[in-house]
């Protein structure tokens, strides 16, 4: 989970050799789980990865419809890394779901 989160908070930074050293550290700690254990774990990664996805599509949508509401978006985005909301993918879920839920309370499909 916590390479998840860095995946989402991370800048253009040259960390490419960081990524492959989780992902083999995560293949490791998958091959000494039971197949309950594994299960569980890759629901969490693939929940994570919708919400990853989720965030990218919600910023996608936003950039084509100009650029004053790609500036809200980003400034929104801002405010939530201030506040903690984007420490953990559950918090990042949340986060998501509010900004949908201010997003239909004004209208702004």
Do not use: C, Y
Request: charged share 40%; aromatic share 6%.
């Amino acid at each position: 989970m916590k390479g998840i989160h860095k995946e989402m908070v991370k800048g253009k930074q040259p960390t490419h050799f960081i990524r492959r050293a989780r992902i083999a550290q995560g293949a490791l700690d998958m091959k000494e789980l039971d197949e309950t254990a594994k299960q569980r774990e890759s629901d969490k990664v693939e929940k994570a990865w919708r919400v990853v996805r989720d965030i990218l599509q919600e910023q996608r949508s936003v950039k084509t419809k100009g650029l004053r509401s790609n500036f809200r978006f980003q400034q929104q985005k801002r405010r939530l890394v201030r506040e903690g909301k984007f420490e953990s993918v559950g918090n990042v879920a949340v986060a998501l779901e509010e900004w949908r839920r201010e997003k239909r309370l004004k209208g702004l499909r």
